[in-house]
């Protein structure tokens, strides 16, 4: 397993209100779906607020991939984390952990399958025999889900395409399919709507192909032997934001997020029966 990649840019904020708790840093990391600096650049304003909101240090922990932050999570070198629904489900198979909210968006989240303009492809059926790449091999949105529609639909990936390749990211894998290095590839809606809206994706040369059903992803997840008024205070936190409130927006348009809610272990059975069945999760 490797470890914890040095906390370059580290983000430590210093409390300016609320009332001090026994524990005076919140250590939080998140699945590296994206480049590391546009996480830095996603939490910073997140995580000001947090420091405010629970009166005590904030400090962000990158790593260097998804396996590392369910490792950290599990070993209590973290207290909260950003986890894709099938992390989440790596880490409750390995420790005692709760999820505490959600964005109002992750309750019915979906991947969307890309093609090169040059492959001609439609369809995933068009991109047989050619090249595909998914994200991460532990991502929710870039690997399980799009696996185990795929699979409903009798494609079995290793067989129908070429090759089938891992990105590492959301962002890579539309870079890829955008410089030919695959046909096409699949990736969080999210990240893709992102891409799209920012101009950072020529829609000449990547083209939609397809969407899946939609399905629970990510959370806020804390190790459940966080002092328990300290999850409160937490949750309390996220559900208070509001877009209404000038100084709420940035956070929230940063996350992608209208609002958040709350969640439960419930809502990722299915993540956990889909990875079962794909053969992801023993």
Known sequence: M?????????LSLAATAGTALAQDVLRVSA????????????????????????????????????????????SDKIDMAWLGGFTYVQAKERGRVVPLVQREEDARFTSKFIASAASGARSLKDLKGKT??????????????????????????ESHFKTVAYSGAHDATVAWVASGKVDGGVLNASVWD????????????VKLIGTTPAYYDYNWTVRANLDAKLQKKIAAAFLKLDAQKPQDKEILELQRATRFIPTRPANYQGIETAAREAGLLK
């Open 2 to 10: 490797k470890k914890l990649a040095p906390a370059l840019a580290a």
């Open 31 to 74: 699945i590296p779906d994206e480049a590391p600096t546009e996480l830095q650049r996603k939490f910073a304003p997140l995580g000001a607020y947090l420091g405010k909101e629970l009166g005590m240090k904030v400090e962000f922990v990158p790593v260097s991939d998804y396996a590392s932050v369910v490792t950290a999570l599990t």
């Open 132 to 157: 595909f790449a998914f994200g991460s091999a532990s991502s929710t949105s870039g690997h399980l889900m799009p696996r185990y529609f795929m699979q409903k639909q009798g494609i079995k990936p």
């Open 194 to 205: 992102k891409l799209v809206e920012g101009g950072k994706v020529d829609t000449d040369k």
